[in-house]
Every structure is written in structure tokens, then in C-alpha cells.
């Protein structure tokens, strides 16, 4: 594929694509049905959240241990859910990484920062790379597992509602349709609360180092945000609902994080086709950090008047909002 079609290359190297980031119009005024059921199922439904919904059921068929084994603590199934944890997430960052940043398959083409990840002695083992691959597995999966474990316990102990789908099949879906706007929900305001000053400084600037990401970033975090950041799943332990929605909730928490972080906005497929990442809004985010707290279906950030869609407008009006509050900007960060 030909990315100066799509987008245009800087004399930085940076590419930024024709199109604007953007929210989706499910929340849009006035309505808009038929862009709204597009979106649902082109933009929502696919290319990433029936991917997720997909490991989460198979995993919990093929590879979660039974109820009655779930009811006691015990090292033994508790280390069958973490190693297909484990798994999952080495499998499926390791295919973004080794297709997009070893293999190199499309070069720099619709890539945000055509620099690849430094070596440097700022980061853990003296490579940007090594330490994502080391906070995603030391930290990211066990705490997302840990989650999981307590979830599965409560559940098999009839501590939490647990909706059966015999008994509810409308809703039984309808969670599953609404977990990936939970997600949002709760990801905007913890996002926003590990940006306040004091708990930025201790916990989130370990993920902002990475002002050139790629898709292990997404994972690589201070270990109390991940705790945070998978309390999404606590939501199960008060709503009704059945275990296979908090594996997909868990799974996408896991799985979402590479796509979001891969660096590029789209994955070539072929000569003319590809994925696209949906990654922009939060590539922005990374570039200038007081930016596009949210990405996806609920426009908080356009609600709150953090929205940066890329444009020179949008970065005047980024720059003036943070001039009145005498931050400097990180326009000029690099890796």
C-alpha cells in the first residue's frame, strides 16, 4: 500500500494520515442511524472487540478449570489460568511485534514516528523493547490474573450474582455488547486520576517514557497501575453477570493494549488492504500526554475539552489551554 495516499511525512520523519481522529457517532446530536449501524458493526463489533470475544469464550471452554475445582484457592489451577495468560499476551503482542518492528514487513509505511524503539540506558535492560516485555509479563499478567482468580472464586462460591444464559439470553448479549464501553467508562477517569501531579510523578510516567510506541508499550506499566487499570473487572463482582463476561473484560483489558500501542495506523493486509489500529487518538496521547484521555465510542475528551483530532487547530488550542495552566508542552519529547 502506498501511505502517501493516506496520509503525509514531515521533515521529522513523523506521518500524520489525512483523516482526523475522530469519536464514533454513536453519541452523536443530532442522530445519526445510519452511520451509527456502520460504525456498530465496522467499527465496534469489528475488527478487535470479536477478537477479544472470541479468546475470552474460547478460554473459558478450552482452557479455564472447572467451577467446583474454582472453589478453593489452590496453586494448581491457579497456575493453569496464568500460564494461558501468559499465553495469550506473548502470542498475540509477539505477532504485532514480530510482524511490524522485527520482520519489518511494511518499513515505516503509515508509521507515526518512522524511528523504531531506542536502545538506550534509560530503560531496563538498556532497551525500550526488553522492558514493555518486562512490566507486561512480570506485572501486567499476573495482576490481570490475579483479578481473574478472585473473580472465578467468587463466582464459584455464589458470592456474586451470577446471570446464567438459560435464564437471560437478551441480556446475557447485551453485557457482552456493552463490556467494551465499560472499558471506556472506566479507562477515561482512571486515566484521568493517574494524570493528577503526585500520582503521575510515582506511578503513570513510567508508561508516558514511551513517546514512541509500540505495541508491548500498551502493557508496560508501574505495577499500581495495573492495578487500576484491571479494577475494570470489580464491575463483576456487583453487576449480574456470568464469568465468560469478565474473561472477556479481563481479555480485552490484555489483549486491547496492542493495536492501541502498535505505532502504526494501519497494518498492511496485502497491496491494498489493511486493518486499521485505531490507534491515533491515543498515539496523541502519547505524543503529547494532556491529551485524549479516552479514545473510542464516548467522546469524554470532547465533552471536557481535552480533544487533539491532529489538526493544527486543535494543537493551537491544545498549546493556548496549557499556556493558561503553565504546563509545557511535550511536543518535542522523543524517545
Do not use: C
Request: aromatic fraction near 16%; hydrophobic fraction near 45%; glycine fraction near 6%.
Amino acid at each position: 500500500m502506498d501511505d502517501t495516499l493516506w496520509g503525509t511525512r514531515n521533515t521529522r520523519g513523523e506521518w500524520t494520515p489525512h483523516r482526523r481522529a475522530a469519536y464514533a457517532p454513536l453519541l452523536d446530536w443530532p442522530p445519526r442511524p445510519a452511520a451509527t449501524a456502520k460504525w456498530f458493526v465496522h467499527g465496534y463489533l469489528l475488527p478487535w472487540n470479536a477478537v477479544y470475544a472470541a479468546v475470552a469464550i474460547g478460554a473459558y471452554f478450552v482452557a479455564t478449570p472447572s467451577t467446583a475445582t474454582m472453589r478453593e484457592f489452590a496453586p494448581g489451577w491457579i497456575a493453569v489460568v496464568l500460564v494461558r495468560n501468559l499465553a495469550i499476551v506473548i502470542a498475540w503482542f509477539g505477532l504485532f511485534h514480530w510482524r511490524l518492528y522485527r520482520r519489518r514487513h511494511q518499513d515505516i509505511r503509515f508509521k507515526y514516528n518512522a524511528r523504531w524503539p531506542r536502545t538506550s540506558d534509560r530503560f531496563l535492560f538498556g532497551s525500550q523493547t526488553r522492558e514493555n516485555v518486562f512490566w507486561a509479563l512480570v506485572s501486567g499478567v499476573p495482576i490481570a490474573t490475579a483479578y481473574e482468580v478472585l473473580g472465578h472464586w467468587l463466582f464459584a462460591n455464589g458470592h456474586v450474582p451470577w446471570l446464567q444464559w438459560s435464564s437471560n439470553p437478551v441480556w446475557f448479549v447485551a453485557l457482552m455488547l456493552l463490556v467494551p464501553l465499560w472499558r471506556e467508562v472506566h479507562f477515561y477517569w482512571v486515566h484521568r486520576l493517574i494524570h493528577v501531579p503526585a500520582i503521575y510523578r510515582r506511578v503513570h510516567a513510567l508508561h508516558h517514557r514511551y513517546t514512541n510506541p509500540g505495541p508491548w508499550s500498551g502493557l508496560s506499566m508501574h505495577p499500581l497501575e495495573h492495578l487500576v487499570y484491571n479494577s475494570a473487572a470489580a464491575i463483576h463482582w456487583i453487576v449480574p453477570s456470568h464469568p465468560i463476561h469478565m474473561m472477556f473484560n479481563l481479555v480485552h483489558l490484555t489483549m486491547a493494549p496492542a493495536p492501541g500501542h502498535a505505532g502504526f495506523e494501519t497494518i498492511e493486509l496485502g497491496a491494498e488492504h489493511g486493518i486499521d489500529t485505531g490507534g491515533l487518538n491515543h498515539y496523541l496521547h502519547h505524543k503529547y500526554f494532556e491529551v485524549n484521555y479516552a479514545d473510542g465510542a464516548i467522546p469524554f475528551d470532547r465533552w471536557f475539552g481535552s480533544f487533539h483530532d491532529g489538526s493544527p487547530e486543535a494543537h493551537a488550542a491544545m498549546k493556548q489551554r496549557l499556556a493558561a495552566r503553565n504546563v509545557v508542552t511535550t511536543e518535542d519529547a522523543s524517545a
